[in-house]
């Protein structure tokens, strides 16, 4: 993916964070996060262990839910939807900044999510991805709890359900979809700290099943329409599709499926298939020009073999996944309030760029929103070797912690540097 051009970064912002890290509770709470690495590392552990397959999570929802009270979290609930909501709350004067990490994996039930340690380096299914940003949620509420740190505005917490696959972020919208007083949002999902996200990479998919009446390969010729010739004559259809330049814009036949025997025509056949842009125009526009082509498809073989009725071949379009894409304004306060944050803790930026993760549904709603990593190092995210090395992890939780206290203000020292939304 093309990488976006950097901003004129913000005075505001940098001040704002500059000053805020130089102040004396907030410094003891950034060195205190530091202090705690081996602790944050425990709970990591903890929650990684108790596995969080697809539409699977309550045992860790619940665990979490646990944790965070007793962190200091008020208000902890789980919505109808299983994620945990908890809240630290500010004067009430100030906007509402959302916290999120994801509670579910892409690992499926019964795969075994013993964390192992060797030094710096822990390995275990799911250990990144994202019990690191559960950890790091966990650690900014204990630290700003027991420095008495008081914001402005109220910082919400919370461990959202089906972030992956086809989870389909139904956590990130059924939180956004709730009645809520919302007003900016990060995500902290993986590892990197040198990475800020300036937007979102949409996509749709669609499972495409062909069906006919099947039959004998010999008997059947040309009198049976088959699933599996049909399904080939779309793909080769789709094959051609063109794409625009700007902006990027993918489509990818990612599984086929079909047919029961080498000489059965095949009565049923299906395709998967994803479409990606990091503009919602560019996904409606590719959307439009594939998906006529089945229906093309199954009136060209019907016609070429004469199949009528019964003998005939169909198609049937299933959407399996909605991922609008959204991206900030040049000013948005959450980028520029990262940024800032980066800048005041010495941290790089090294990627500024476009992905897929819970920030997906409030950019797309007009909310500035962002992803930050949890710290540390991340290695083979999705795959059961899937292992992380702790190494300044403690990174992670201070940038999200003084990004935070930057959007919502800390009282008697910085304004918030979100702004309220019309919430009515
Ligand atoms: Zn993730």
């Known amino acids: 993916m093309t990488q976006p051009s950097v901003p ?19 410094a003891a709470a950034l060195r205190d996060i530091e202090a705690e690495h081996e602790l944050r ?3 990591q552990t903890e929650l990684s262990q108790i596995p969080s397959p697809p539409f699977g999570e309550t045992a860790r929802g619940e665990h979490f839910a646990e944790m965070l009270r007793k962190e200091g979290a008020s208000d902890v609930t789980i919505d109808p939807t299983g994620n945990v909501i908890g809240r630290l709350r500010g004067t009430g004067e100030g906007p509402v900044l959302v916290i999120a990490a994801h509670l579910d994996t892409v690992f499926p039930a019964g795969t075994d999510c013993t964390v192992r340690r060797e030094g710096s380096m822990l390995y275990g299914p799911g250990i990144s991805d994202d019990a690191c940003g559960l950890a ?5 509420c204990r630290t700003a709890v027991r420095h008495g740190l008081k914001t402005v505005g109220d910082i919400v917490l919370v461990g959202t359900v089906g972030e992956e696959g086809n989870g389909d972020l139904r956590g990130s919208k059924a939180l956004w979809a709730a009645p809520n007083d919302y007003d900016g949002f990060i995500a902290i999902d993986s590892a990197a700290v ?7 990479v949409g996509c749709k998919r669609f499972r495409i099943t062909f069906t006919g009446p099947g039959g004998h390969s010999l008997h059947k010729f040309g009198i049976s329409g088959s699933a599996i010739h049909v399904l080939c004559r779309a793909g080769a259809k789709i094959d051609q599709v063109e794409v625009p330049a700007e902006p990027k814009c993918t489509f990818n036949i990612g599984v086929i499926k079909g047919g029961t ?9 299906s395709m998967e298939l994803d479409i990606r842009s990091m503009d919602n125009d560019g996904l409606e526009l590719i959307t439009s020009r594939i998906l006529p082509l089945i229906d093309e498809a199954v009136c ?19 959407q399996i996944g909605d991922r609008p894409a959204g991206v900030n304004r040049d000013d948005s306060p959450v980028v520029h309030a990262a940024y800032g944050a980066m800048q005041a803790l010495g941290i790089p930026l090294e990627k500024f760029a476009f992905a897929a ?18 710290g540390g190092t991340e290695f083979f995210n999705h795959s059961v070797k899937e292992h992380w090395d702790s190494a300044g992890a403690f990174r992670g939780p201070q940038l999200a912690l003084l990004t935070a206290l930057t959007l919502t203000g800390v009282e008697g020292l910085s304004e918030p540097l979100l702004e309220k939304r019309d919430h009515s």
């Open 357 to 374: 993760t819970d920030q997906n549904v409030p950019l797309a709603l007009g909310v500035p929103a962002t992803t930050l990593g949890g």
């Open 41 to 43: 590392i425990a709970q």
């Open 8 to 26: 004129q970064w913000r005075k505001d912002a940098l001040q704002a964070a500059a000053g805020i890290a130089g102040n004396e509770a907030v």
């Open 261 to 269: 025997s080498v000489n059965a025509i095949a009565a049923s056949a």
């Open 136 to 140: 790091a949620l966990l650690q900014i």
């Open 194 to 200: 040198t990475r800020i996200l300036k937007g979102s």
């Open 300 to 318: 060209e073989e019907n016609a070429h073999w004469h199949l009528e009725g019964e003998n005939a071949v169909k198609a049937e379009i299933v």
